[in-house]
Structures are given as C-alpha cells and as structure tokens.
C-alpha cells in the first residue's frame, strides 16, 4: 500500500511543560494493565476522570477486557481512583458490544455529559450519554451508525444546538487507506445529529500522513475555542514498538483555534505539534509506543492549561502550558 512519504523526527512545542505520568496500572485497585486516553472535566467543586483500562493482555494486540474506571481529584495533578470500574460492557448493555473505550468527558450547564467510543460485531461506533450525579452510570442518548468514533462535546450549544466533533471512517471514498479527516456535527437534543460538515482534514496538518481527528473537548477563550486534535503519521518500515511484532503509527497531538460565533470556522491550527512522543514512557515503555493521545483540556483561572493525554496507550500523563502561548502557536506564521 502506498502511502505519503515518511516524516522527520516531531518534537514537542516548548510551550508544553510535561509533568510525568499521573496514572498507571499500580494505581488501580482491581484487574487492570493499561491506563490510558482519559477524559477530564471540573465538575461540582473537584476534577473528575474517567480513563480507559486495558486489561489482561494476551499477546500481540488482544486483550482479555476492557473497562472504564474513575478518579478523583481536589488539585487535578494527585488523583484517587474508586474501588470498582465505573463502566464494564455488561453495565453498558449495548447489544454486540465487544469494547468500550476513550470516554471524554464535557460539563454543558452543570451536568456532566460523556462521549465514548464503542466496538461492536458490525462496526465502530460512537456513543453520547450523561453521566449520573451519584456516578452510578450513564444515560444513554445516542449511538453512531458505523463506523464513526473520537466524539467530543462543546460545553456550550451555538444557536441554540449542541456541538460535537467526530472522526469517520471514510475508507472507500478516499483511496481505500485509512485516511480520515475530523468532522463536526450539531443536535438540538444531543439524541438526533445532523448538520454534518467536514472541519479539518489530514492534509491540512504538516504531521500527518495517515489520519487526524479529535482529542480533547473544546475549551473557551477570548479568542476563540482552543481545540486538540491527534494526528497519525505512518511508517511501514517502522517494526517493533511495544509489545506487538510491528507497530507503524506514531500519534502526536496539534491544537486549532475555531470561531467562538461560529465553530465550522478554523481560525488557524498549529504549524508543528503540540505534544509529540519523546519521553522514555512514551517511546520506548508500554503496549504501543511512540503514541500521545489527548483527551482532557481544562483552562484554569491564572491561565495555566492542563492538558490530559495517554501515552504509549498505557499510561496517564499531565502536560501544562500558558493559554496565550497555545492561542499564539494556532495563529502564529510559522
Ligand atoms: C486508536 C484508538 C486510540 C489508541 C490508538 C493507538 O485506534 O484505539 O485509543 O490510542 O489507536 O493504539
């Protein structure tokens, strides 16, 4: 198969200040492997995350489960997690589910929404429910058709609808590789979804050559809605990275600025990537190395971003950076 010639060696903006992993495997109190592509919200007064663990590996890329498990935390840095998972596939209940996985999480008028990516015998879905107050579970309000996936929502509705970005799986009609694009969509209940529109595409980011799409949910700033996305490049003579036998992707992170009024609107996207694996735990520990993934974004009050991604899709990790430096990186020339 062909694809788009290889990219150099990324490496992080120096705007990001990486500040380890918060969460890994000793963290949790029941079977768990890989603690990874969480979502984070401030939530009631404290900062909730709900991560995605991969348990038991069986070799290669099988795994014996998946479930969604759920911390808290007064500083957004020390975290506990509760005692059971906050989701498995038999709480779930969807029909021929297989894998629950990537839930990110959104806070629209004092309620917690969560956006998950589910597996099923036809295909790849995307799921929008609203989290319990008593975290006891979700309420299920719609499911994708196939095969769609990496939903987030926007913390407030444009014209009176809600926003949501997305990524489908639009093999056939662009060359037959997986070559995917980031779309974003409206809804004037969360339930039905329509207004679909293409936001970003993978041409468009310098250090992708396979696919984008999102990461984190939108955050507001004067200046606009400050967006993460993943980009994915691809190597074929990259070979063993991690604990499969080839491993060819590498998934860094961009950020993108989008008009408050009208989000279908890039205001400008990063030049060169925000967070790209460098660090020992992102490139050389863990079951796919050389992968960031992010999937929490929260703007404090002094202005600092706390941004949540996975790494190596087995650990947890915080960076921080300054918000007027991100807003600068997505304008900026260069
Ligand atoms: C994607 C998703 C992500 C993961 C990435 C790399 O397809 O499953 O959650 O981080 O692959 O394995």
């Known amino acids: 198969m062909n694809y788009e010639p ?6 992080s903006s120096g705007v990001i200040k990486k500040r380890g992993i918060i969460l890994s495997k000793k963290d949790i109190p029941y079977k768990a ?11 009631k007064g404290r900062y909730v995350m709900i991560f995605r663990n991969d348990y038991g590996h069986r070799g290669s890329w099988v ?4 479930s969604l498990g759920i911390a808290f935390s007064d500083d957004g840095i020390s975290w506990s997690v509760e005692s059971e998972p906050f989701m498995t596939l038999e709480k779930l209940g969807i029909r021929e589910c297989k894998r629950i996985y ?10 917690l929404f969560i956006c998950f990516a589910f597996d099923t015998e036809h295909g790849i879905r995307g799921g929008v429910g609203s ?17 769609n996936r990496n939903m987030v929502l926007f913390p407030e509705k444009t014209d009176g609808k809600y926003v949501r970005l997305e990524r489908p799986f639009t093999i056939y009609s662009r060359g ?7 779309w974003i969509s409206k809804s004037p209940d969360l339930k039905y979804w329509g207004e679909e529109n293409l936001l970003l595409a993978v041409e468009n980011v310098p250090y992708a050559n396979d696919k984008i799409g999102p990461g984190a949910p939108p955050v507001r ?27 060819t992707k590498r998934y860094s992170a961009g950020i993108m600025l989008l008009d408050l009024r009208n989000p279908e609107r890039v205001i400008g996207v990063s ?24 999937g929490g974004m929260i703007l404090e009050d002094n202005g600092e971003v706390k941004i949540y991604y996975g790494a190596s899709d087995t650990f947890e990790c915080l960076a921080t950076a300054d918000v007027n430096d991100l807003i600068n990186l997505c304008i900026s020339e260069k």
Do not use: Q
Not at 6 to 11: A, D, T
Not at 131 to 147: C, H, K, T, W
């Open 6 to 11: 290889m990219l150099p060696p990324l490496k």
């Open 33 to 43: 492997d890989c603690i990874f592509n969480a979502g984070v919200a401030k939530y």
């Open 63 to 66: 795994f014996e489960g998946c």
């Open 102 to 111: 990537d839930p990110r999480l959104t806070v629209i008028e004092d309620k």
């Open 131 to 147: 989290v319990r107050e008593d975290f006891s579970g979700i309420d299920i309000l719609s499911l994708s058709s196939p095969d």
């Open 176 to 182: 037959g590789k997986d070559r995917f694009d980031l």
């Open 221 to 247: 700033t004067d200046k606009g809605w400050l967006t993460l996305f993943h980009a994915v490049d691809i190597d074929n003579t990259r070979g063993k990275h991690g604990w499969e036998d080839k491993w």
């Open 271 to 294: 030049k060169l990537p925000l967070i790209a694996p460098e660090e020992e735990y992102e490139t050389e520990e863990g079951f796919r190395t050389n992968v960031v993934f992010p």
